[in-house]
């Protein structure tokens, strides 16, 4: 039994030996490329699919912001350059106003701060652009809080908010300081300080003159050299941020444009109606906020609809409430309060245009 335990280890040791000879050998020779592997690298490669949604995009929320913010910087530049220090410290108060009501609020509610995604700064941006330079500087203070915490961090943030935040700080001025909201006379003589020099007669802005029946200067109006709120007299600065946002690819052109263009047609048909001559539809497309709402409020990704049909129906609706308003309201400007009752009929506009599945068949009624 001995003998053959011992003759089995040493055959066991000397085939150790051997594969250990014979894999040395192996590493020695240049490795040559397998036919197999060959083949293999010759088959094309295949994507790995995962679950929907496939689309993919550099763009998230901090650029799409700071575009709409370089898309303003004309129309507040004009702005600024009409009314100099006055509009400076509107558009500051306001901006300041909101990044600090944003960031108080979310330290106090334990949340994560998110003012370095420039949606506060924005706010702040648009709704110094929707007031006089004449406003009292603590009104802007409190058009700010509302509009940062009551329209949107209330209902859970960005992205949760129903209505466009900086709209909904504006309706809250007008209703609430109504005079101070439009008042536009400014300081006689022209300076550093106080900007362009109107008197009382001529501080009506041209869409107020439009509707008593007197027509300002349409190039006036177009270069933005008029009376208005700081970011609204402009419509060149105005189309020129557009522009800079169509081609980033920030806004699309559907609400927009067909809000513009269903307010003129309602608004030549209006004037058909009552007998008036068709020409004042050229101050009523430069006139007001008319430009500033369609490009850099309605095109809100929150509060406007995703679907194509929505934005069509959306658009529409913006520009038969805006044409209602002008003609019917005791102001000559409706834009904020069309804007923002579009944006609460967004939910029922996409409850019934948004698509269907594909494939999905309607569940039979009851009974038949």
Same mark, same amino acid.
């Given at each position: ?91 500051? !108060? ?8 944003? %960031?108080?609020?979310? #330290?106090? $509610?334990?949340?994560?701060? +998110? &003012? *370095? ?87 009506? !802005? ?8 007197? %027509?300002?200067?349409? #190039?006036? $109006?177009?270069?933005?050299? +008029? &009376? *208005? ?140």
């Amino acid at each position: 039994m001995e003998e053959n335990k011992n003759e089995v280890t040493e055959e066991a040791v000397e085939k150790n030996v051997q594969l250990a000879e014979a894999e040395k050998a192996e590493e020695k020779k240049p490795e040559a490329k397998k036919p197999e592997a060959k083949k293999a690298e010759d088959k094309p490669k295949l994507l790995s699919v995962s679950s929907s949604p496939h689309v993919r995009d550099r763009s998230s929320t901090k650029s799409i912001m700071r575009d709409v913010v370089i898309a303003l910087i004309p129309a507040a530049g004009v702005g600024i350059w009409n009314f100099r220090l006055s509009a400076v410290l509107v558009i500051l !108060t306001c901006c300041v106003s909101c990044v600090l009501a944003e %960031l108080i609020w979310q #330290k106090c $509610m334990k949340q994560p701060v +998110t &003012t *370095g995604d420039y949606s506060a700064l924005l706010t702040g941006l648009l709704l110094a652009l929707n007031m006089p330079a004449t406003v009292p500087l603590w009104m802007c203070v409190l058009g700010s809080v509302f509009a940062i915490i009551v329209a949107k961090q209330i209902f859970g943030g960005l992205g949760q908010n129903f209505m466009n935040p900086a709209l909904a700080g504006r309706c809250f001025m007008v209703l609430s300081f109504s005079s101070a909201m439009t008042a536009f006379t400014i300081k006689e003589g022209a300076d550093w300080m106080y900007g362009i020099a109107v008197d009382a007669t001529s501080s009506a !802005t041209p869409l107020m003159q439009v509707k008593q029946g007197v %027509l300002p200067s349409l #190039k006036d $109006m177009f270069l933005g050299t +008029t &009376t *208005g709120t700081i970011g609204e007299t402009s419509v060149v600065a105005l189309l020129i941020g557009a522009a800079y946002l169509l081609l980033r690819r920030v806004i699309s052109w559907e609400i927009p444009v067909i809000y513009i263009a269903s307010f003129a047609v309602i608004n030549l048909i209006y004037e058909y109606a009552v007998g008036g001559a068709p020409y004042p539809i050229f101050y009523e497309l430069c006139g007001g906020g008319l430009m500033l709402g369609a490009w850099f409020m309605a095109t809100d990704y929150v509060t406007s609809p995703i679907t194509k049909k929505g934005k069509i129906i959306y658009a529409i609706l913006l520009g038969l409430l805006t044409a209602l308003f002008r003609f019917f309201g005791e102001s000559a400007e409706g834009v904020s309060f069309a804007i923002i009752i579009g944006n609460i009929c967004v939910p029922l506009i996409e409850r019934f245009t948004i698509p269907k599945p594909f494939g999905l068949e309607k569940k039979a009624k009851e009974g038949a």
